[in-house]
């Protein structure tokens, strides 16, 4: 890990090695004044409230919108190729409705920008949430951003398709022009 890093995060584009980085995204909840310069996110339900006085923030890319487990995504389907950076807040570790939520924006709705998970975020949950389409990953204060960088290796078999595997095993089994590919008895 870079040692002059501040406030790392880690970056995992699609397809991708993760690396850490300096976060320059702030979270400006909905008390808070509104940033003058810098790159930040905002909730749902403000997005929603003053969409049309922070529609020029979205369009520079500086303003992003993140989603809590009450929220529904389908609420961004229109803004999908205008948003830079969308969020995910796992308030707690045990909540999944964002990776269900993150599959849809990135399946469905074909989001293609930075896909972040904030919050209760720790190394059990980095290989899963990078399968689902999460790109940036804020590691939960007091957990180690090395041991979470170690998490994206937990499996080295893809099982199921997936927004970094369109293939299932067993149509790649068939195909041996796929990556994955395996031969292998029975116990794959």
Do not use: C
Not at 120 to 144: C, H, N, P
Not at 145 to 154: I, R, S
């Amino acid at each position: 890990m870079n040692a002059t890093i501040v406030n790392p995060i880690i970056v995992k584009p699609i397809g991708k090695a993760p690396q850490t980085a300096n976060d320059k995204v702030a979270v400006v909840r909905d008390t808070d004044p509104i940033p003058n310069q810098g790159e930040f996110i905002i909730s749902l339900k403000r997005w929603q409230s003053e969409k049309s006085a922070l529609l020029p923030l979205a369009q520079s890319g500086r303003l992003g919108v993140y989603l809590l487990p009450e929220d529904n995504p389908e609420h961004l389907v229109i803004e999908v190729n205008l948003l830079k950076r969308i969020a995910y807040e796992f308030t707690v570790f045990k909540y999944g409705q964002g990776y269900s939520d993150a599959y849809l924006l990135r399946k469905r709705f074909g989001f293609t920008g930075a896909l972040r998970a904030f919050g209760d975020i720790w190394r059990d949950q980095m290989f899963y949430l990078a399968r689902v389409g999460f790109t940036e990953f804020v590691i939960k204060s007091g957990k180690s951003v090395e041991d979470a960088l170690a998490g994206f290796n937990d499996f080295s078999v893809l099982y199921q398709d997936s927004v970094d595997q369109a293939q299932p095993l067993f149509r790649r089994r068939l195909d041996p022009s796929q990556p994955n590919n395996t031969h292998g008895g029975a116990h794959d």
